[in-house]
C-alpha cells in the first residue's frame, strides 16, 4: 500500500496493489477512484454494538486501485504501523482507515468520562497492520512515567496505552485550573498520541491581527467588543 499526501494539506491519494486490502470507515471522503468497480464493497461496520444501531458503512477496497480520499478543511492524515500485541486505544473519530488483518475491540468508557469528552468507547487496534488517522496538526508520541502525571488537553488525545491510569483533571494553581479546557491525566508505560493543532481562539485572533491592544480596549472600553473590530 502507497499513501501520498500531496501539499497543501486537504487530500491523500491512496495505491492498492494485488491483493492489498483497505477499510475505509468514512466511505464518503472517497472523492475518486480508478480500478475494477466490484473492487469496492461496502457493508455496516462491525467495531461495536453501539455503533451498530447507527448502522455506520464502511468500505472494503481491494487492490489493484487507486483512489483520492478528501479531507477536512485544516486537517491532515498520518499513517501508523500497528504491532501484533499493541495495546493503545484511540479515539473512533480519528480513524480513517486501517489495513486487513488488524484486529478490533472495544472498550467502554466510564458515564462521567463519556459525558465530559463525548466519548463513548475507544478503540483497541492489534497488528500487525497500518492504521490511517486523521488529525488537527502534526501528530506528536510522548512517553507516559508511572510516577509523574501527564496531563493533556482532552480534545487533543487521540490514543492512550490500555494499561495507563487515566483520570479526568486539571492542574496547577488556583488561575490556571479555573481557565483551562478539561485534561486528560495519565501515568503509567508506555507511549500516547497527541495532535497539536492549536484550540486557542484568543491566539488564532492574535496571529489573524487581533493584536494586545485592541483586545485590551475591546475588553476596557464599554461596548470595545461592538466598536473595535
Same mark, same amino acid.
Given at each position: 500500500m502507497k499513501v501520498t499526501a500531496p501539499q497543501p494539506v486537504g487530500h491523500v491519494r491512496v /495505491? $492498492?496493489?494485488n491483493g492489498e486490502v483497505l477499510h475505509v470507515l468514512h466511505p464518503k471522503s472517497v472523492i475518486a477512484y480508478q480500478g475494477p468497480p466490484g473492487h469496492r464493497e461496502d457493508k455496516i461496520t462491525d467495531l461495536a454494538d453501539a455503533y451498530r444501531k447507527k448502522r455506520w458503512?464502511? !468500505?472494503?477496497?481491494? #487492490?489493484? !486501485?487507486?483512489f483520492i480520499i478528501g479531507l477536512p478543511p485544516g486537517c491532515m *492524515?498520518? +499513517?501508523?504501523? =500497528? /504491532?501484533? #500485541? #499493541?495495546? $493503545? $486505544? @484511540?479515539? @473512533?473519530?480519528?480513524v480513517l482507515f486501517f489495513t486487513e488483518? &488488524?484486529?478490533?475491540?472495544?472498550?467502554?468508557?466510564? &458515564?462521567?468520562?463519556?459525558?465530559? +469528552?463525548?466519548? *463513548? =468507547?475507544?478503540?483497541?487496534f492489534s497488528g500487525p497492520g497500518q492504521l490511517g488517522v486523521i488529525t488537527t496538526g502534526d501528530l506528536v508520541p510522548m512517553q507516559l512515567q508511572p510516577e509523574t502525571p501527564l496531563f493533556v488537553e482532552a480534545g487533543s488525545l487521540v490514543a492512550y496505552p490500555e494499561s495507563a491510569k487515566v483520570k479526568l483533571s486539571v492542574y496547577g494553581n488556583q488561575i490556571a485550573s479555573q481557565h483551562m479546557n478539561v485534561q486528560w491525566q495519565l501515568t503509567g508505560r508506555g507511549p500516547v498520541l497527541i495532535q497539536t493543532g492549536s484550540r486557542d481562539q484568543a491566539l488564532t485572533e492574535e496571529l489573524q491581527g487581533g493584536g494586545f491592544v485592541k483586545r485590551l480596549l475591546r475588553e476596557l472600553l464599554p461596548f470595545g467588543g461592538v466598536y473595535i473590530k
Open positions: /495505491e $492498492l496493489e458503512i464502511r !468500505s472494503r477496497m481491494r #487492490g489493484p !486501485s487507486e *492524515l498520518q +499513517t501508523i504501523d =500497528i /504491532e501484533e #500485541g #499493541g495495546d $493503545l $486505544l @484511540f479515539d @473512533f473519530r480519528h488483518g &488488524i484486529g478490533t475491540a472495544t472498550r467502554v468508557q466510564k &458515564i462521567k468520562t463519556a459525558w465530559i +469528552t463525548r466519548e *463513548l =468507547i475507544r478503540i483497541r
